[in-house]
């Protein structure tokens, strides 16, 4: 079974490896709130990278202003965007 961790419109899930050589970024905001101006961010011994990739190296939290604060195990992570359909029947991306 898959571990997945749902945050708002952010879902987590585990993967086996990093995939590619994705570059290190020097922050650790998963996702920016395109309306609130909130940020998905994670805290703690973690390794974002730049394709929503993401190393917790120990125990971590993924924080937003909106919503619980939720803890991610050990483990090598990627970042999927919930998309829903509009009134168009048009997929787009879930915005919080």
Known sequence: MTDMYRH????????????????????????????????????????????????????AELTHEEHNTIQIPPGTYEVVRQREFDETEMTRFVRD
């Open 8 to 59: 708002g419109d952010v879902l987590i899930v585990k993967t086996s490896e990093i995939r590619g050589k994705p570059k290190k970024l020097d922050h650790l905001i998963v996702m920016e709130g395109e309306i609130t101006g909130h940020h998905h961010r994670l805290v703690g011994d973690v390794v974002l990278y730049e394709d929503l990739q993401f190393e917790v190296n120990s125990p």
